[in-house]
């Protein structure tokens, strides 16, 4: 349930804090005051899309905060790893060059994150939501929401995923003999290539380092040969010299037994200088190349930028490329047999899809007979007494019988009236009838979402007199066991809140502010006169409203007591 809201810049609002409460809660007030600004402010804090238009004229940035109860976000809240108290804290700070951040309970959380919250918090039915009842591919959608068949679904689902994977693989096998032969011989060609290029990876790197150290061969043997003569080559090198010095400390060690560390280190010395020289000469005589190895290196060089040029690959991924080739030359040669099996599991994934389709469309024609009875009996409470409502079914047609969703085309449709054909809603409904249909499927619906709390932005959409009572007397109904807000223009609605907030704004110092004032029952009264006759508020027009809140009074007492019925 949502406690409270705290709106901060946001549009013509300046500051405004409501306190919301249990039942129906509804906001009135003039066309253009900024009621729906209040439901915009709900939805921003939920995650809903926001641009920096709704930060007010002159503020850096706009901030609403939400306070929710924390039933049935715990799971949420643990598997975000949010750390939660008393009441769920939900804050979206909007700035003025339309960047936004969300955080819940104070900690940072993506609008990704903040929507999958949203879903367990608020169902909010926008002034859209009529018109997207005339949307027949919705209607698929709506009936899969009410019905209880969730592993049939799945069934499906599953069954269809494996089609089509089989279909696709299939038809990419399919292509035209000169494609095919085209394709094949340009695989040929480059599979040819590579094999005589007889590639190995590292290669590159290795053939590169050994031409740059013959090129350098010349100065690198000279200096070589040199280092050789002055460690070891000649009778003063520098091994002979530290030779003979670790020979004397030794001899000295045997009359000053404190010089034996010094002559072993000479001797480890002289075995380092011996260690060098032997891999100096070593190195030195690998330099020993024929004349034709380093024209050989640039040959070979050349060849694998060739072929690193024309495939756009490193050596070690032309490897990997080859054995690609190789696999889609095979896949063509070998494409009618492959195809030839992927026919037979086609048409086994085929009779599978229908199999479970038909089973999916039997639990689907069950549970619309039961949606049927429900929104017929709820359209009647909302006066609509003579109202026939059904679902219709169709078989998807062409082949193979069956899409995405299932072997059915379905759709929504109703008489409004005795004595008329069943058509579809989209051309027989009217504003007021979708208004109320859809209060009926939300109502419905309701019964089996977990979500405590939900707002209605002009339900009242074409709905006037005795319809409008049924209307308001409805969503008082649904609002025993959900928290329900609604935004409406009809004394007939508004007379039957638990919490009424007049939205009210008003001009100072040249510039706009709307205000949200909860009011008591005398402030009912006179905004329920309002909502009667205008500015015009009169004596007749208050004693209207009065009667007006005393019928509603007394409708919900007897309905309370069982004695009422809607």
Known sequence: MLNELHIENIAVIEKADIAFGRGLNVLTGETGAGKSIVIDSIGAVLGERVSRELVR????????????????????????EIECEDELIVQRRIQAD?????????????????????????????????????????????????????????????AYKEYSAIEKELNSLQMDEIEKERLS????????????????????????????????????SEALDSAIAMLSGEEDSALALTQNAAYYVGKASGFAAELEPTARTLESAAFNLSDASETLRDFRESLDFSPGEYDSLETRIAALNKLRRKYGRSEEELIPYLAECREKLDNIQYADERSEKLKRELASAKARCLREGES???????????????????????????VRFEVAFDPVGGDPGFDAHGVDEIRFVMSANAGEE????????????????????????????????MVFDEIDTGVSGIAAQRVGEKLWSVSLGKQVMCVTHLPQIAAMADQHYLIQKQERAGRTYT??????????????????????????????????????ETFKEKYLKGTQRL
């Open 57 to 80: 004229r002159g503020a850096e940035k706009g901030v609403v905060t939400a306070a929710f109860d924390v039933e049935g976000c715990e799971q949420w809240l643990k598997e975000n």
């Open 98 to 158: 339309g960047k936004s951040g969300c955080r819940v309970c104070g900690t940072p959380v993506t609008a990704a994150q903040l929507k999958e919250l949203a879903a367990l918090l608020v169902d909010i039915h926008g002034q859209n939501d009529g018109r997207q009842l005339m949307d027949e591919r919705r209607h698929r959608e709506y009936l899969d929401r009410f019905g209880d068949y969730g592993a049939a679904l799945s069934a499906y689902k599953n």
């Open 185 to 220: 011989d340009s695989l040929r060609y480059q599979i040819e290539e590579l094999e005589r290029a007889e590639l190995k990876a590292g290669e590159y790197d290795t053939l590169c380092a050994r031409r740059d150290l013959l090129r350098n061969a010349e100065k690198l």
């Open 360 to 386: 999916l469309s039997r639990a689907r024609r069950k549970a619309a007979k039961d949606l049927e009875a429900r929104i017929s009996g709820e359209l009647k409470q909302l006066n609509m007494p003579s």
């Open 422 to 453: 069943l058509g579809r809603i989209s051309r027989i409904a009217s504003g007021g009838e979708l208004s109320r249909i859809m209060l009926a499927m939300k109502n419905v619906f309701a019964e089996k979402d977990p979500v405590q709390t």
């Open 515 to 552: 205000d949200v004032l909860p009011l008591d029952r005398e402030g009912r009264r006179r905004e329920l006169a309002r909502l009667h006759g205008g500015d015009n508020i009169t004596d007749t027009t208050l004693q209207s409203a009065e009667e007006q809140l005393e019928a509603c």
